[in-house]
């Protein structure tokens, strides 16, 4: 079934596999009248893309977007935008292997078991690459919601078991650490692990989080479309995600109702938390606070190590996994975990527009 | 907007708060010719209702549930199945404070900031009550789901610092315990960990495990509604959930690949895997081995200390909670992770039929 | 599949059959802080009932709705609204032959193709009384629609070969004419020529058309979820519906250009048309003017002349249909039609919201 | 919102204006194992393209569509298919004047109304363009129907006065005539009544039929998705449709019981009607019979005459429309008609496949 559109109102259609002629996003829903650009895709794609640190792959995709449709005099229409990556550097080559073979940690097995075939060059719709059309199409709420007086930062947490300090948070560290952490020293130490990793033959698992600022209160549509609830399915929609805390997460239970609840109090006529155990969530919609998430990744499947696997014909076999990866895939993620997190929060947002009778009656009566 | 709908082909619409008149679901899709009586449904219900245990609120709700449409000559029709449980044991006078005050760690804050007012009668449609309809309609496709061979299990892991031990699992302890815990000797240090914790005016959060036996791999749709996915949206649409963890969950984070990755093996025809760390999914699909995941509970929010918060005034002030409230939500939630689990899996396995030409083909030639 | 669920913001599920034990929708999406009693609805549930008037079934319904949540101290909190209806009239020994045998005209023979058997029963879901649910529903919409200047025309323009005459046009002839034409002269016709009907152990058709008023430009969203496409499903979705027309409809297939289009003017600022042709359309969206449009009824099938059939051995086999049947559809349709356009308008219009970012700044920058 | 995406399980969203750089549409949901190449697509899209007769537009646009994802050795992986048509022959100088005037007929207005401005080149989203993306989407459902026994015919029935004559029928004609009429002496007519209106600046409405054999009983989804309501929307969706007939349409509502119902027979152990007033559907679903159904279309609103209306400022001015324009929309609207019906039922086909328990548990008990 039609399992590549996600969102309501603000609504995207991913389309495209690793090793097809282009990859892509239709956004449907744009409201009208926003000024959009490539440029504006461009440098969030850019962040994604492999081939810019020794801790990334080596293969150069250029992945500049296309705008095909909905943008007229420099503005989106209302109309579909329809957005457009060509793949540039695919060496199908490198994938004969796995042709045949379905390898630990990857979608192979469950990809044959459901359709009976699969495109096997570089993990086609499994591939990491099927992102891309998410983080092009995040792009353009990023900048709606960016309009609307909200920032979304995710971030590199930790990768095995180096741990970003938090009281050395730097948050233009982010975009310049090849690790993405907000921690310059963190980010050396987790480099030096990531080498001893490839050196290993070996890859590594890490930690995203993410904090959402300005946030009005009420966002989220009880009970099945909680703003926590829709968080945790965009992220595990992620490849790779294994786990989602929403603010203090699994902390919470450990702990006592006395720990855990968070107080509200006033200050200028303004309702505020004194802490925000809850990550900027009750009941399934925002409180007000910052809303606070983390997001745990797996290591990369693909090792050089041999492994024991099971072939087509239903073989035990070993593999040995050659080509171009990864040793870790949370920083190239991280952009990833924003842009999700703005499709999660601006179609929400969109759908609290009718929440009220006084909505409907001030929008169509007083216009 | 319309926020009370789960599902894509197996659908249900819950409705209902704490203190209305009644609480239902209606089931759409439903496939024809289930045999289906209320004695399927009620056992579940009856595993939900409180007063039941030293350890939950003694209020007494008889919880029974009325098949109003979609059963005919004992079978499902195909039509809706509209489930009803009428309210009988609410005391709204033990309300009354509620509603001016905020209470910390609940929903009331949000509901007063999209809607402009709440009924704040129990809770109201934040109420643990809310989830009355989606175990009724849960226990619908648990019983579909056993005529397919599945069989989904949910107990409690932990309360507080109590875990249980896995080498004592007994199962049929999981509906004899006041906890469901699978573990007898855990469950009773679990219970009076609870009774520190009410004899201090406080409450406990706590784990929940569940695993799913049976389901064949390829089930979830790539790429935004993967199985676990799902599965994560599910649990976090259930009120105090802060946490969702797939296989091994956060552990992945901090692993190496050589650690996580599960190997294949054949035996007997049979393709499986040595290890699951994965919790039986790969790119968001069954693998076909059990599906395992954890879900992570907040203690309960109405706890009889005096706590700071804000009245609708804006005013600061301190709130004294009263009335009946259990001092864990663990144990009631048990029967709501198996609801939902089932009425995702289901849903997915619906939608599983037309993956591919072939099946069509067989379904409308050969028919 | 899930097939009762109808909007997109503002949806209803509906639920019962003819025979079951009640029947009723759940409204999921209604914006908080509409007052609402049951009277609101009753009023339009009671145009629907059928016993009323010597050309409609004798049966009697009482079909008293009961608002079973969403509302609290008068008010609609916007979470689910859950109305029933219960069925009290129900002969089920009336329907013991359609057990067995197909009627023609009727769902009997899709229903067992789809689904194995069927609640034989008083039509069982493809029953008229099905309706009910929608018209509950309706209601509301209705009531917030008029909130926001918009009211919405439904009446019978022709029965059989009886037309009502525009220039006698009376809109509170609606409510008195028991076959709820504007023309007291042609229902009197229309009476008598259903007398003839039934005289002859035959039934009619007939057509109902349908005027709103007050939609402002802009309201439909291309390309398929046009104004006039949805009002064309939701018509068609009303049993015995076969035709749908726009405006002037199946006449503009016989026009010229220059007949068909309608040209456009300004007075006193307002921009207006000099016909209204296109039934206030334009592209799938309001123009402004009145929405226009007429739908088609077949006769009842149930008629009490002996007719040639099929039954479920597969036999050929002559059937004699007996019990309380109108002899026409239309009058006790009008306000289903009227119900319909209302809910499709009204989540049409709540999608609306967002059309435009300028739309959005204003309401989360200005609030 | 998001109104640019349809259907269910097998779902499509089209992109793409008139003068922008391409247009196209992702088919999601589609099952594995078709063989699909762009030929078979190719075909389809020829038939709608322009500047192929005397009655069409000189416009030359080659359509060359191209498959971007989704297939990989020659059949469709059950991913997202990307099908994009690069735009070619726009001269965007021909619709300077629109850019500021309201065209009669054309959907200018709304869309000033809705989004606060437009891409006015050549109508932008609304088009007759923007079907291409359908007719690309609607040729693979085509394709899987064939593979089904299901086949798709729809031909022009009238243009202006002209109509065909059923006895003279010839569906080889559907494809040689510029008329897209089975009746090459009545297509003669058609051409020579065009011309006339040519001659005199005018344009002519018309109306498509479609019938479908192989479609089995029982498709369709009561009570919202039903088969006929679906194919209503399909069609009204389509630009310039103003009225849907099922079967006799609005012939019903002239009729008696007697004579519009159509009585069941059997012979060699198939069920069957002796007429098919229906047009092939009962309660919403298929009756096993052919489906029938007209689509009434307007005039081209583009005419050469001088036209009264509004510009942007809200002035009465007089329009004299240029550039290329079909003199009637019906022919090249055959080809939308097939795609929209067959996209429709193969929606609802494949929703089908699990109406019934029965149907489950062979898919997961005996595969």
Same mark, same amino acid.
């Given at each position: ?9 603000? $609504? ?14 239709? /956004? ?61 550097? $695919? ?24 359709? *009976?075939?699969?495109?096997?060059? *570089? ?20 900048? /709606? ?56 033959? @070996? ?46 997460? /699994? ?19 303004? /309702? ?7 990550? *900027? ?25 041999? $492994? @024991? ?57 007083? @216009?």
């Amino acid at each position: 079934m039609a399992g590549s559109t996600y969102g309501t109102v603000f $609504q995207i259609t991913t389309w495209g596999e690793s090793h097809g002629k282009a990859l892509g996003a239709v /956004i449907d829903g744009c409201p009208a009248g926003l000024p959009l650009t490539e440029k504006d895709i461009q440098i969030y794609l850019d962040r994604r893309k492999p081939g810019q640190t020794s801790i990334s792959t080596p293969r150069k995709e250029s992945d500049q977007v296309e705008i095909l449709s909905g943008v007229f005099e420099g503005k989106t229409t209302g109309t579909p935008l329809s957005l457009m990556i060509r793949n540039t550097s $695919q060496k199908s080559s490198d994938y004969s292997q796995i042709a045949s073979c379905y390898r630990p940690g990857h979608a192979d097995y469950p990809f044959d078991a459901k359709y *009976g075939f699969r495109d096997y060059r *570089g993990g086609g719709r499994s591939s990491g690459r099927e992102t891309a059309g998410r983080v092009a199409a995040g792009a353009v709420a990023l900048k /709606i919601l960016s309009a609307l007086g909200i920032s979304v930062c995710a971030y590199t947490e930790s990768i095995g078991p180096v741990s970003i300090n938090y009281d050395y948070f730097d948050e233009t560290a982010i975009l310049t650490t090849p690790t993405c952490m907000p921690d310059a020293e963190a980010s050396v130490k987790a480099e030096n692990y990531l080498k001893e990793c490839q050196a290993a033959k @070996d890859s590594s698992g890490g930690v995203i989080a993410c904090f959402v600022s300005g946030v009005p209160a009420g966002i989220g549509e009880p009970v099945f479309e909680k703003l926590d609830a829709s968080l945790a399915k965009a992220m595990l929609s992620i490849g790779a995600v294994k786990a989602f805390e929403m603010g203090d997460g /699994i902390l919470a239970s450990k702990r006592k109702g006395s720990e855990n609840n968070d107080s509200f109090f006033t200050e200028n006529g303004l /309702i505020q938390k004194k802490t925000n155990h809850s990550g *900027g969530t009750l009941g399934g919609m925002s409180d007000g606070s910052d809303l606070f998430f983390k997001v745990h990744v797996k290591p990369t499947p693909s090792i050089f190590q041999p $492994q @024991d696997t099971v072939n087509k014909e239903g073989e035990n076999v070993t593999i040995q996994i050659k080509g171009r990866h990864d040793p870790v895939i949370v920083p190239r993620a991280v952009v990833v975990v924003q842009a999700m997190a703005a499709l999660t929060i601006l179609d929400l947002m969109m759908l609290n527009m009718n929440a009220r009778m006084e909505y409907l009656e001030k929008f169509y009566r007083e @216009d």
